[in-house]
């Protein structure tokens, strides 16, 4: 199913964000207490983004109170992802989760508000409402049309970057500095010549671009999925 209509979505306040692995590699060495984060949160309608809250300094509970309010035509999924603002290079991956649209039939068709706490993996959770004004179609019988209303973009860097979901990975490309074997072929990825690879921001694995679908083994970061946590949050 896929909605068709206007889509308002609030996010109020974040909980227990914490700096992932990946983004620590390089303090851990030096055994410093938890890193406190400046955590922003982006927000996309199908892999488009269409928005991006305030970056909030110095905290593991932000408080945003944003909206965003948009047109969607055959809208599957919204994702939000927490970012770690960095002063230089890529921002750093902190958790997301998914809501599907199907999930918020109900609350659509009643024209209620969903709100409640989303769960982000691979730890903390944020809190949303969410109204939708507008119709679900079939699959079948619908001409894609990407008309998601596009927000400015602000910022450049991480948030151009997809997280590819393997099996509770989260891989988002990577420049390596130095050859790499990957996770799945255990060949090398050679970092030389700005080669990417695919990084888990989770659990730090690296396999080529080519491989990362096929990774079988499931992430042994993750909890419990996606479609659970979201089925959890729903009234
Ligand atoms: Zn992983
Ligand atoms: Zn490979």
């Keep these: 199913m896929k909605f068709n209509g206007y889509l308002k979505l609030r996010i109020g306040e974040a909980l227990n964000l914490k700096p992932t692995t ?13 890193q406190i984060l400046d955590p922003y949160i982006v927000v996309k309608v199908d892999d488009v983004k269409v928005g991006q809250t305030h970056t909030k300094q110095r905290t593991n509970m932000p408080t945003y109170n944003e909206e965003f309010c948009l047109n969607v035509n055959d809208g599957k999924q919204i ?39 989303m769960d982000l993996e691979p730890e903390g959770k944020v809190y949303v409402l969410i109204t939708l004004t507008g119709s679900f179609t079939d699959d079948v019988a619908v001409i894609k049309e990407n008309t998601h209303k596009q927000f400015t973009r602000t910022r450049q860097g991480a948030v151009r970057r997809r997280i ?14 130095q050859p790499t074997f990957c996770f799945h072929c255990k060949e090398f990825i050679w970092g030389v010549f700005g080669k990417q690879g695919y990084q888990c921001q989770v659990c730090t694995c690296v396999v080529h671009k080519r491989c990362h679908q096929l990774v079988v083994t499931v992430c042994p970061r993750m909890k419990k999925s996606t ?9």
């Design 79 to 117: 994702e939000l992802a927490v970012f770690h603002d960095t002063p230089i290079g890529y921002d750093d991956f902190v958790a997301n989760c998914t809501i599907q649209f199907e999930d918020l039939i109900k609350t659509s068709n009643t024209g209620e508000t969903f709100d409640g706490w």
């Design 227 to 235: 479609k659970e946590q979201v089925t959890d949050g729903l009234p």
């Design 164 to 177: 590819h979901q393997v099996n509770g990975h989260k891989f988002m490309s990577t420049f390596l500095r």
């Design 22 to 34: 990946f983004s620590r590699r390089h303090t851990v060495i030096f055994n410093k207490a938890p």
